[in-house]
């Protein structure tokens, strides 16, 4: 019952910081917030709570250019559409200095071209794909997460250790499985020119009938397996591999696996020894984690999530971003932005001049089981920074302000 | 020589193992008034319903003026000049007597591919016309829906007559009228058909209205012809009472009922 | 070939649990002649309440008997809720139905992330059957073999119900004439009852059964609804052993197409059932239905245009709503364009749907080809925004004359399902095909031309295309082709036999509200300034069924209030609620039940009642129009 407690929260939460711009004051400085709450509670709640969990902690420490700052947040249903009348409303009626957020790309996208068209600093957290900051990259846009690319930078490098020649891909047939798989394939085929794609199956995305799909992977006899698939597809293929011995003898390396919101659903079935990226949130002994931990915990009364993570950080860099700037004018933030330093739980991290990317990295790590639950074992920190493509390749693939 | 308006050779039809109807062969000129009688389940709304492409027969052939009507759809064998009304009654429940007969007026004049013009302002004389030869006049802009049964008969009739038929189909065209409005009915099709020689072939379960309309008689018994000829000529016929007997219904009694 | 065996029996595994569910919805069709939106809402009902239980009681008995006991207690839910709402609109038309049904979906989703979590729940395996069994050398799961004995012996047991027992005779009676029973002195209501007791019943168990499949979680609901509805109408509609045949079908198919094109899934059911309702208009097993019931009711009353005062009115009006540009702020301008927009857009389903008779229940197509169109040429060619729309208005066009063509051969429930089905075509093509479409990306930076950037003027270009678009709709309701329509929905029989060419009369219909769907879609293209492929989903196309239905289906043009109503609600219900989907629900829910006509239908009869009764002529007043406010 412990979850319907959290939604009630999150609604109050909610409702409460929607009521706000009636009493705006001339002491505040509102940032708009958009994410899908109701398409996506499980992801979007321990967000909604890194984002307060911050933003008391910076009024706490005086607010920013001596103003409070408020979190508006609204949901967008999961349709990019939707997104933009809330931008709408975000940016004309309540006046919000940024607007922030979003979890799937599409929305993500969308909102950016907003950006782009209204001339508004958007702070994107959550959406992973490349385009945000480089094919369809704005000046407008700066994007926290670690990105598709540079997850895949980081799967591929271990991947390269392995003796595994013969790799088939399972992936949600999608833009952001699609685009996974085709990173990661080229990156991986240039460390190891000996490598041999033997197959491929492309699932629909929430639908997969995961009995074919293992039997026809199985029946490639790869050495390796990438997968991209998450949430409830995942928990079908890890179930219906594990039956059919998919995963014995071989190596699997697989996106974002390690982030408590795919791992805890596993528990004791999480498969052992997959390569993934993630966040091993108990296993996280820096100072700065520690911290936001114990607070995380002592108000909520439950642990963080990665999404906690980046809500977190987002209202830190939106604070930093506005301070810096010394006002909620949109090219002063773009001006201070553009390689500024800001604090995360995972340490400082930098958005890049160049393309507006944040270098917050994730945890790359195998999977295992302690005490009946998915954990991550040995997980390394890296550093996004070191997993982005060189400054000429970015500046051929961002259009130019 | 100028084919028969109405020609059948060799009709059958069947469905599974049951003959509906079998090797019926007939034909009707202008001008006449031909019923097809019988017991139910005779074959005679299979036998209508070849007759204006609702189904196709297994075998013979319908000529309408000397044109084969195999594999034509109701609407074309419409635009052959054929009108026709339903034992159930079919009408646009949610039209006025008056749009029910002009929207038949302007399929007939071809204009129901206009997208502009308001269609309740086309052809409205002609279509207040033909409601009054039928004895609709009085309810032009009632809805379908709210008519009496006998009403919607006669709505049928001025629905089939839009078409200006050489020929016309009724089947049970007074079922559902009483007595006195069935003779009247009948009365203004036999005017009409005698008017613009229009062919007409009826059923119907009312003898009286047959024996006094009718210029000619085809009695059909479990999908075959059992007698034809005139009135006077199948009222005689052993045949016939036979069939009719076995229904408990004799003409007299028939008669008397409606007497 | 041990593993095309392997991957053989794999489909079949999946093929049980479909038809499990597939079952269920089929005989509850077969009987009440419902078709049950909700179905997929009691198949997840059965899996959380399974896991609940499993989770609590112990051993292989406690496994099993949760199953079972989920399943009863889903089965008494449902025949409360046939007891509560069913009941009621028996007689009411098919998407009255639909609607409701969909409703009680809506309601069940955020009912179960209260309940639940929105975390996924990973279900127990089945105690028992956890391993796999080696057939010809390939590992399949034990569970797997359960299943598949399953199928059959559901099918062998149904089959025994329904030839064996008191009960199923009935039920087969019914299926084949509801009055007849009725007739016969059973009391129908509680025949209704059980009836789809049993089929939610199959439902929650097919569901129950997938937790040692995986998992639970709140939206495998609508996973499984569309692809049942699939199953069932190719199956052909009430039919048990076509339900059977199609899942088998449907199942195998997959598992091996996706063996030579392995991103066939998701298009690949629809292919199937275009396929099939194309060579069989009533599925594999179905009979013709009888012509027993509208699709849309159809008025009594009939339509007339407006009268003098109505076109004041909508003159005054339409001038009133030109005027916000001179008052309100940006947000309320976007808002507004939006509104207008769906205005429109309703306002073309309502030509189909209430002037047609032709329920469409993929409409989003359109609506998302015109997007498409007008983004795809302006990025491609570099087209100024008129040329855009055009574009937009042609590709929405081509695909009804496509769609269309073979939509027309079709009626009732199963051109519902078709146009159902090429939408979900229509989308999967954009979410899938990334390379043109951006795929689930989308296509950005559709932004109006400069003179109609600002919110203001783009907002007068929405206003005098809605307006425009509206009226060019309405024109053709009364003109003889719009007679024409009417005519075929209300007597097809009656309209073949005086000439009307029933398949291009439909068809013609289709492409102009297509285009007028697809204007829409264009502008909402620019409005938004970039297309996803949500354009075309679903939800789009039931949002503008429901606004059809709260404008009032019986009227010309209801739907116009119907849109601006429902679309100012949701988004102000999403500007200020995380649960906007239970109240959406309980929303259509009411309607359907209270009141069936609509906002506009509802005011309009009152209207007329008050101005019927001095002059005592039967209702003459025009549906929802100015008319009927003319004493």
């Known amino acids: ?401 | 020589m100028t084919p028969p308006l109405l020609q059948v050779e060799h009709l059958s039809k069947a469905y599974g193992g049951v003959h509906a109807v079998r090797d019926v062969s007939f034909s009707l000129e202008a001008g006449e008034l031909l019923a097809m009688i019988g017991p139910n389940g005779a074959g005679k709304s299979t036998c209508f319903n070849m007759l204006n492409g609702q189904i196709w027969p297994d075998s013979g052939s319908v000529r309408i003026a000397g044109r084969d009507t195999a594999g034509l759809t109701p609407r074309e064998v419409w635009r052959l000049g054929v009108g026709r009304t339903f034992q159930i009654t079919a009408t646009f429940p949610s039209m006025t007597v008056r749009e029910n007969v002009q929207l038949a007026l302007l399929s007939h004049e071809g204009r129901l591919w206009r997208l502009f013009g308001y269609a309740a302002a086309d052809m409205r004389g002609e279509a207040e016309r033909l409601c009054a030869l039928v004895g609709m006049d009085r309810a032009l802009d009632r809805p379908c829906a709210e008519l009496a049964y006998g009403d919607l008969k006669r709505l049928e009739l001025a629905v089939a007559l839009a078409n200006a038929p050489k020929l016309l189909l009724m089947d049970e065209p007074t079922a559902g009228m009483a007595p006195a409005d069935r003779v009247a009915m009948m009365r203004v099709a036999a005017e009409i058909a005698a008017e613009q020689r229009i062919g007409i072939l009826f059923t119907e379960h009312d003898m009286d209205v047959v024996f006094e309309h009718a210029s000619r008689i085809i009695v059909l018994d479990r999908g075959r012809i059992i007698a034809a000829g005139s009135p006077a000529a199948i009222r005689d016929d052993p045949a016939v009472k036979a069939t009719y007997l076995g229904e408990g219904l004799t003409f007299s009694a028939a008669e008397a009922t409606h007497a | 070939m041990d593993f095309y065996f392997s991957q053989f029996l794999t489909g079949l595994a999946g093929a049980a649990s479909l038809f499990l569910v597939a079952s269920g919805l089929s005989i509850i069709f077969g009987v009440t002649r419902i078709v049950n939106f909700a179905h997929g809402a009691f198949y997840m009902a059965g899996a959380y309440i399974a896991w609940s239980l499993t989770e609590r009681l112990e051993g292989a008995v406690g496994f099993w008997g949760g199953l079972v006991i989920a399943a009863i207690a889903v089965a008494a839910l449902g025949a409360l809720v046939e007891i509560v709402l069913l009941r009621r609109i028996y007689h009411a038309p098919e998407l009255f139905q639909l609607l409701a049904t969909f409703g009680v979906t809506l309601v069940f989703q955020d009912l179960a992330v209260m309940i639940w979590g929105p975390e996924d729940l990973v279900g127990r395996r089945a105690p028992g059957l956890r391993g796999a069994v080696d057939v010809f050398g390939q590992a399949i799961p034990a569970y797997d073999l359960f299943l598949i004995v399953l199928g059959p012996t559901v099918l062998g047991l149904l089959w025994l119900l329904f030839h064996k027992t008191r009960f199923g005779v009935l039920v087969r009676a019914a299926t084949q004439d509801r009055d007849m029973v009725a007739a016969l002195g059973v009391n129908q209501k509680w025949l209704f009852t059980a009836v789809f007791a049993l089929g939610v019943f199959l439902a929650a168990l097919g569901g129950a059964l997938q937790l040692p499949r995986g998992g639970v979680n709140h939206a495998m609901d609508l996973q499984i609804i569309v692809e049942v509805f699939v199953v069932v109408v190719v199956g052909g509609l009430g039919s048990v052993p076509g339900a059977f045949v199609a899942a088998l079908l449907v199942s195998e198919l997959n598992a091996f197409g996706i063996l030579v094109l392995p991103q066939v899934s998701l298009v690949l059911v629809f292919l199937v059932m275009a396929v099939v309702l194309v060579i069989r208009p009533f599925g594999l097993f179905g009979r013709p239905e009888g012509p027993a019931r509208a699709s849309v009711s159809a008025t009594v009353r009939p339509w007339q245009p407006l009268g003098t005062s109505g076109r004041v009115l909508a003159v005054a009006a339409i001038a009133a709503a030109a005027c916000l540009p001179l008052v309100a702020g940006n947000y309320i301008l976007a808002v507004g364009s939006e509104l207008l927009i769906f205005a429109l857009f309703a306002a073309s389903l309502q030509f189909i749907m209430s002037t047609g008779g032709l329920v469409s229940f993929g409409h989003a197509a359109y609506f998302g080809l015109g997007a498409y169109g007008a983004a795809l040429v302006t990025k491609a060619f570099g087209l100024p925004m008129l040329g855009g729309i055009a574009s937009g208005v042609a590709l929405a066009s081509i695909g009804a004359v496509v769609f269309g063509w073979f939509c027309v051969r079709l009626t009732g429930v199963y051109l519902a399902m078709l146009t159902l089905a090429f939408a979900q075509i229509a989308w999967s093509v954009a979410f899938q095909w990334t390379a043109v479409t951006g795929g689930d990306n989308g296509i950005l930076g559709v932004w109006p031309d400069g003179w109609a950037s600002r919110p203001g003027a783009f907002y007068w270009l929405c206003l005098t295309a809605a307006a425009l678009g509206i009226a060019a709709l309405r024109v053709v309701v009364f003109s003889p082709f719009g007679f024409a329509m009417r005519a075929l929905r209300d007597s097809p029989l009656r309209s073949e036999a005086i000439g009307i060419d029933r398949k291009r009369t439909q068809w013609t219909a289709f492409v102009i509200a297509g285009a007028a769907a697809g204007l829409a879609g264009a502008l909402f293209a620019y409005l938004k300034g970039s297309v996803f492929p949500d354009t075309l989903g679903i939800p789009t196309s039931v949002d503008g069924l429901v606004m059809v239905l709260l404008g009032g289906v019986e009227t010309v043009s209801g739907a116009v209030i119907g849109a601006i109503l429902f679309r100012a609600l949701t988004i102000f219900l999403m500007s200020y609620t995380d649960a906007s989907k239970l109240v959406l629900g309980l929303l259509i829910i009411v309607l359907v039940v209270a009141f069936p006509r609509g906002v506009v239908g509802t005011l309009s009869g009152l209207l007329a009642r008050l101005g019927a009764r001095p002059s005592a002529t039967p209702a003459m007043a025009g549906s929802g129009q100015a008319r009927g406010g003319t004493p």
């Open chain 1, 1 to 401: 019952m412990d979850t319907r407690r959290t939604i009630l929260t999150g609604m109050a939460l909610g409702a409460g910081m929607a009521a706000l711009p009636a009493l705006a004051q001339q002491g505040e400085i509102k940032i708009g917030e958009i994410n899908s709450y109701s398409g996506l509670p499980a992801f979007t709640e321990p967000y909604r709570k890194g984002l307060q969990l911050a933003a008391e902690e910076v009024n706490a420490k005086g607010g920013v250019l001596g103003k409070k700052l408020v979190v508006i947040t609204k949901d967008d249903a999961g349709k990019p559409a939707d997104a933009v009348t809330a931008a709408n409303e975000l940016v004309s009626r309540d006046e919000v200095a940024m607007i922030a957020g979003a979890f799937f790309s599409n929305v993500g996208l969308a909102l950016a071209d907003y950006a782009k068209q209204k001339k508004i600093f958007y702070l994107a957290g959550e959406p992973l794909t490349d385009a945000m900051v480089w094919s369809s990259g704005n000046r407008y846009t700066f994007r926290l997460r670690p990105s598709n690319y540079m997850q895949a930078a980081m799967l591929a490098e271990e991947a390269a250790k392995l003796p595994a020649k013969k790799w088939a891909t399972i992936a949600p047939n999608y833009e952001y499985g699609q685009s996974a798989v085709k990173v990661f394939k080229e990156l991986l085929s240039k460390k190891r020119p000996d490598i041999e794609w033997v197959g491929e199956q492309w699932p629909p995305q929430g639908k997969i009938d995961a009995g074919p799909v293992v039997q026809a992977i199985a029946a490639l006899k790869p050495d390796a397996i990438l997968n991209v698939t998450f949430g409830p597809d995942l928990i079908k293929l890890v179930r219906e591999g594990n039956t059919r011995g998919l995963f014995k003898g071989r190596s699997v390396v697989s996106f974002l696996t390690g982030e408590p919101e795919y791992m805890d659903p596993l528990k004791d079935e999480t498969p052992e020894g997959w390569l993934v990226t993630g966040y091993p949130w108990n296993n996280v002994k820096t100072p700065e984690h520690e911290a936001f931990l114990k607070a995380y915990q002592a108000k909520f009364n439950d642990y963080p999530r990665l999404g906690s993570i980046v809500g977190y950080s987002l209202v830190n860099a939106a604070a930093a971003i506005i301070q810096k700037a010394g006002s909620t004018d949109t090219e002063k933030m773009i001006e201070a932005a553009r390689g500024i330093s800001f604090d995360t739980p995972f340490g400082k991290a930098t958005f890049r001049a160049i393309d507006q990317q944040s270098t917050l990295g994730a945890f790359v790590g195998k999977t295992g089981v302690k005490d009946g639950k998915g954990v991550m074992v040995d997980p390394v920190y890296r550093d996004g920074a070191d997993y982005l493509p060189s400054d000429d390749e970015v500046k051929k693939m961002r259009p130019q302000d």
